[in-house]
């Protein structure tokens, strides 16, 4: 059976760090593409990164050089290393897996709030 599990998530001051993980289990993330994705108060969807199967990362153009995507294969988890966090990063963080170009199978996030 296919699960995620999202942790780290946290009330942090602007400008601080965190560090978002999900463990999978049922299956075998080097195997498939990954994503990671958020939804603000009142707002709809928004990806914000994945990386492939073959290791390749994107990352939305708003979090660049601030959010790094990465995964532990030992560890069967996916990170997502966030730094230099702003208010409008307030969101829950959800992890899926790609299927068919499609996030698939999402855990069940991880609060994420920024705010003085």
């Known amino acids: 059976q296919v699960q995620l599990v999202e942790s780290g998530g946290d009330l942090v001051q602007p400008g601080g760090s965190l560090r978002l993980s999900c463990a999978a289990s049922?299956?075998?993330?080097?195997?498939?593409?990954m994503y990671w994705i958020r939804q603000a108060p009142g707002r709809g969807l928004e990806w914000v990164s994945h990386?492939?199967?073959?290791?390749?990362?994107k990352v939305l153009d708003s979090v660049k050089g601030r959010f790094t995507i990465s995964r532990d294969n030992d560890k069967n988890t996916l990170y997502l290393e966030m730094n230099n966090l702003k208010s409008e990063d307030t969101a829950v963080y959800y992890c899926?897996?790609?299927?068919?170009?499609?996030?698939?199978?999402w855990g069940q996030g991880t609060q994420v709030t920024v705010s003085s």
């Open positions: 990386i492939t199967f073959g290791g390749i990362t």
């Open positions: 049922g299956f075998t993330i080097s195997s498939y593409g």
């Open positions: 899926a897996k790609n299927e068919k170009a499609a996030p698939v199978d």
